[in-house]
């Protein structure tokens, strides 16, 4: 007993150019035979096509636009670098060490110290900015951010 097997591809979507008609390629195939059928429908006056089940083409407001390759490049390096970046947040009375390559207090060179000594955090002013003071209790006058420090744990 052999069983009929028969399939309808239609390839699509069919956008409307300028002055011409929308037409489709529709490929008719059978198990049991070696060769299919191939004809032409011009869309726009084949009237049973539209009323029929077969699913319709998507007009170009509701398909989404491809990504150029640049917007592409830029999503891929943003969640590079997101998935690295850690957010550090410090508390008044933390102790922190300050970046001795942003203060360029002590020239050490290669193998010099990079980070100088305990600081305390005297005030978080928001954005990453924090005022600290030194071991002797004076208030630094600039601010410093918070890749300029680092935790102490004392």
Same mark, same amino acid.
């Given at each position: 007993m052999?069983?009929l097997?028969? #399939?309808? !591809?239609?390839?699509? %979507?069919?956008?409307k150019a300028q #002055?011409k008609?929308k ?11 070696t060769h299919?059928n191939?004809s032409?429908?011009?869309l726009?006056?084949?009237k !049973? ?6 699913p319709? %083409?998507?007009d170009?407001k ?27 947040t410090?508390?008044?009375?933390d ?5 001795n ?7 050490g060179g290669?193998l010099g %110290?990079k980070?100088?000594?305990p600081y ?18 004076d208030v630094l006058?600039?601010?410093?951010n918070?890749q !300029? ?6």
């Amino acid at each position: 007993m052999a069983i009929l097997q028969r #399939g309808i !591809d239609i390839s699509g %979507p069919f956008l409307k150019a300028q #002055g011409k008609e929308k037409s489709c390629l529709i490929m008719e195939s059978s198990s049991e035979t070696t060769h299919s059928n191939t004809s032409v429908i011009n869309l726009a006056s084949n009237k !049973d096509l539209h009323s029929s089940n077969i699913p319709r %083409p998507m007009d170009r407001k509701s398909r989404k636009k491809p990504k150029s390759v640049k917007q592409k490049s830029k999503e891929k390096m943003e969640k590079y670098y997101n998935a690295k970046v850690h957010s550090t947040t410090f508390k008044p009375r933390d102790f922190v060490y300050r970046g001795n390559e942003a203060s360029y207090a002590k020239e050490g060179g290669k193998l010099g %110290p990079k980070w100088e000594s305990p600081y305390e955090v005297v005030e978080a002013l928001g954005r990453g900015a924090y005022k600290i003071r030194n071991g002797k209790g004076d208030v630094l006058p600039q601010t410093w951010n918070v890749q !300029d420090l680092n935790k102490c744990y004392l």
